[in-house]
């Protein structure tokens, strides 16, 4: 089953924009989005396969923190993270009609 999973990384200085592109290029293969320009945080939503929540969120974290590293941003501590199922809200995945 395919999962929507959200994580949130918050620091010490505000994120700026060419760091949340950075993130972003490095999440797209992930069906992947980025957030955080002028926040104490960075985040991302990507799309991950799992039979459940919690091994989607497994599966997700070391992939956020690998496209961390490609984008070279600090490896702030995991704040968030949410979970969508597709079965949950099939538009949050982009499966809906």
Do not use: C, H, K
């Not at 989005?33 to 799309?47: D, E, K, L, R, T």
């Not at 690998?66 to 941003?73: M, Q, S």
Request: proline share 6%; charged share 20%; aromatic share 4%.
């Amino acid at each position: 089953m395919r999962w929507s999973v959200s994580l949130q990384a918050e620091g010490d200085r505000p994120v700026e924009l060419d760091e949340v592109v950075a993130l972003a290029d490095a999440v797209a293969s992930l069906g992947g989005i980025a957030s955080g320009v002028g926040a104490m945080a960075y985040g991302a939503q990507i799309v991950v396969e799992a039979a459940n929540a919690d091994e989607a969120v497994e599966v997700a974290i070391p992939a956020f923190e690998a496209a961390v590293e490609t984008a070279a941003l600090p490896a702030w501590p995991l704040t968030r993270a949410e979970v969508v199922g597709e079965e949950d809200d099939p538009t949050d995945l982009g499966l809906a009609p």
